[in-house]
């Protein structure tokens, strides 16, 4: 009875202080979780810069799909999830945060990627931003812009979330190095098949150390653990071998090689590539001097044919202003005929008639023509009328003879 009256009453002390250990226990947990997380973050993207110096990274990548995970396990760390009319809670993807927080980014990829056809489910179409974003090199920023909406990061995180935490600038400062790595993913591949969770692989990134004060080599223990009873077990097959000192020189070695080859690849792609624009550039500037040289001899031959048309122009005015005097002075001379009366006409109609038979005999040349128009005009008729009132000219009624003729 006391011993049981004495657990009772231990369990009821451990129930009494169980609250507060829950509570400690809970943070301890969500604080070992976010380090975890982040600390893997950091080192998927060291390691998915360093093998970009060697190839190029696509969806085949180890290095990629173990960020790719790690990333997706970050924005989707303590994610509410949506609650329907009936009061139930559906679980959320991060991308439903992503589209809403990143609307502001200049120029996104929010809308093709909800537009895509081969992508339906939400987290597939999370998958595609991520291979987007790397693409474009603009993740950093999107993650940048996402953070700082902090009324919408609280609507779709819960307390605790790493991107309501001082870690959420950690990992947008980590992204920012990704903007120097070429990415080329396919975006109709197996990776955006949204129906399995992302899994984390650790064996890069753990490294144990043993201790000088241990008793047992790592040899030792392995060769242990192969001459045990278990079937099939053999020391070959337990794990994979020691990495010496010098294998790992070697490699180093190896891979400064490799590092050494390709920028002398990437030297001679450069310098073919300047040779080539150089030429380039030659043959542009040829073309532009003889272009500048048509350019000059066309505005020329366009002055001059100018010039033409504009002495054509005024040689064309003047003989219109000389056919509109000429007009004028014959519209003048036929009013002033009609205005006299009829013995002035017939005395004009006995004048021309005179000045007819005065040059019958003779050519119409122009000085003659000249003169007959002249006598046509009212001023020569006026003095003709003065002539004949002083008797220096017959009268046009009496006989006109020819000096040299007498009459039969």
């Known amino acids: 009875?006391?011993?049981?009256?004495?657990?009772?009453?231990?369990g009821s002390r451990g129930g009494g202080g169980g609250g507060g250990g829950k509570k400690s226990l809970s943070a301890r947990n969500a604080a070992v979780e976010r380090r975890n997380l982040i600390t893997v973050c950091r080192f998927s993207v060291k390691t998915l810069i360093d093998r970009s110096c060697f190839e190029t990274i696509d969806d085949s990548s180890p290095e990629f799909n173990n960020f790719a995970a790690v990333l997706e396990q970050i924005l989707s760390h303590r994610l509410k999830g949506q609650v329907t009319w009936f009061g139930y809670e559906s679980p959320r993807s991060f991308w439903d945060y992503i589209k809403v927080a990143c609307r502001?980014?200049?120029q996104n990829c929010i809308c093709s990627i909800e537009n895509m056809e081969n992508v339906s489910s939400s987290r597939a179409k999370g998958r595609a931003w991520i291979r987007v974003a790397l693409m474009e090199k603009h993740l950093s920023e999107y993650i940048s812009t996402a953070l700082r909406d902090f009324k919408t990061t609280r609507r779709f995180y819960e307390d605790g979330a790493i991107v309501l935490g001082e870690e959420a600038n950690m990992l947008a400062g980590m992204l920012l190095g990704l903007n120097a790595i070429d990415f080329s993913f396919c975006l109709k591949g197996e990776g955006l098949d949204g129906t399995f969770p992302a899994v984390i692989d650790y064996t890069p990134y753990?490294?144990?150390e043993q201790s000088s004060d241990s008793i047992s080599s790592d040899e030792e223990e392995l060769r242990t653990f192969g001459s045990s009873d278990s079937e099939g077990s053999t020391p070959e097959n337990v794990g994979p071998p020691l990495i010496l000192d010098e294998n790992t020189w070697f490699n180093k070695c190896k891979r400064v090689r490799q590092k050494y080859q390709l920028t002398l690849e990437q030297k001679g792609y450069l310098e073919e590539l300047l040779r080539l624009r150089?030429?380039?550039l030659s043959e542009s500037v040829s073309q532009n001097?003889?272009?500048?040289?048509r350019i000059e001899d066309s505005d020329?031959?366009?002055?001059l044919e100018k010039e033409q048309l504009e002495y054509i122009i005024v040689e064309l005015q003047d003989?219109?202003?000389s056919y509109q005097s000429l007009d004028q002075l014959s519209a003048e001379v036929s009013l002033s005929q009609a205005s006299l009366d009829p013995s002035h006409s017939q005395e004009g109609d006995g004048k021309q008639d005179s000045l007819n038979f005065i040059?019958?005999?003779k050519e119409d040349t122009p000085s003659l023509l000249g003169l007959c128009g002249s006598l046509t005009s009212v001023a020569s008729y006026k003095s003709l009328t003065s002539l004949k009132s002083n008797d220096c000219l017959a009268s046009p009624t009496t006989e006109v003879t020819s000096p040299g003729l007498t009459p039969s």
């Open 1 to 10: 009875m006391a011993s049981r009256s004495l657990g009772g009453l231990s």
């Open 104 to 106: 502001k980014v200049s």
């Open 206 to 208: 753990l490294k144990f």
């Open 278 to 280: 150089e030429n380039q």
């Open 289 to 293: 001097k003889l272009l500048l040289q």
């Open 300 to 303: 020329l031959a366009h002055k």
């Open 319 to 321: 003989q219109l202003k």
């Open 359 to 361: 040059g019958e005999g």
